[in-house]
């Protein structure tokens, strides 16, 4: 399997709901759809994110380091 790859966007928005796992970060980003379908380029972004983690092992999921990408993260740590 092929390592999925995210842009800084995607991590940003996984970090922001993530969970203990990839499918149950997933499955909350399917529960925000609803309170962004008035922002097209939003939830396009959610539904981008969503596709790709179809495809994300748990694995890679656990080594994407998304605390660097919470909204609140000092600036120095972000990358």
Request: hydrophobic share 40%.
């Amino acid at each position: 399997m092929s390592k999925v790859h995210f842009d800084e966007n995607e991590l940003m928005i996984m970090a922001m709901f993530e969970q203990d796992t990839a499918e149950n970060t997933k499955k909350e980003l399917e529960e925000v759809l609803p309170y962004v379908a008035d922002d097209m380029a939003v939830r396009l972004l959610v539904e981008q994110v969503i596709s790709k983690m179809e495809n994300l092992p748990d694995e890679q999921f656990k080594n994407l380091e998304l605390d660097l990408y919470r909204p609140d993260a000092p600036e120095e740590e972000k990358a």
